[in-house]
């Protein structure tokens, strides 16, 4: 069965303090891998999409990398503006998405 | 564009009575999804459309659950009859086969 493991569910960082978040997925015919944050009360915003093994992307504080099994989200220098939800999904068949249960970022001034 | 649209954003009702929740894809989008979120399971996707279709209902959770997508513009979802643990968070998404929009979320509370 496909399945999605986030860790860890919670996370508090001193602002400033860089760490990473892990999602591990067991799935067949991956066809991408995607990073999303949610605020509360409001619907997840997508921030990035790897396909291939070895692929990175940046946005600001913010860097995702993928693994034949596992992504990490890596956040450099996070401000208490970056506390939020972060979730991953998994795209197998067609385009529906798979998600995990989520890492809720909590950075403290 | 406004990005998807939901609506109701909040709902209350007593069980047993009829809800719809309504949405609006980003115009363009062929593929249409609905989701609920709660605390105990996460994300679970209910329903998946490709070009109105129906392709795979296979976590709508009981028959008392349906959806429909009469055209590219618009969907529903309604729960009929509604029951306590049918509340949860329900978002609508939508994509051009990569990543998906999703709109502000419906909070639906049964009592």
């Known amino acids: 069965e496909d399945q999605v493991t986030q860790s860890p569910e919670a996370l508090r960082l001193q602002e400033g303090e860089s760490s990473s978040l892990n999602c591990s997925y067991t799935v067949s015919g991956l066809r991408g891998l995607f990073w999303y944050r949610q605020d509360p009360g409001k619907g997840p915003e997508f921030l990035f999409t790897l396909y291939s093994a070895g692929e990175e992307k940046e946005k600001e504080r913010l860097k995702a990398t993928l693994t034949k099994k596992e992504s990490f989200l890596h956040i450099t220098a996070p401000k208490p503006e970056d506390s939020a939800t972060y979730l991953c999904?998994?795209?197998?068949?067609?385009?529906?998405?798979?998600f995990g249960g989520g890492t809720r970022l909590m950075v403290k001034p | 564009d406004a990005g998807v649209i939901q609506s109701p954003r909040h709902e209350v009702t007593e069980m047993g009575q009829e809800v719809t929740l309504r949405c609006k894809p980003i115009s363009g989008h062929n593929s249409l999804f609905w989701y609920r979120q709660t605390m105990m399971r996460g994300l679970e996707l209910l329903i998946y459309f490709n070009n109105n279709v129906p392709i795979d209902d296979s976590g709508m959770p009981e028959d008392r659950f349906s959806a429909k997508m009469p055209n590219a513009s618009f969907s529903t979802l309604k729960i009929q009859p509604s029951e306590p643990r049918d509340s949860a968070v329900y978002f609508c998404a939508s994509s051009q086969n990569t990543e998906a929009f999703f709109g502000q979320g419906t909070r639906l509370t049964v009592v």
């Open positions: 999904a998994v795209q197998i068949a067609g385009n529906m998405l798979t």
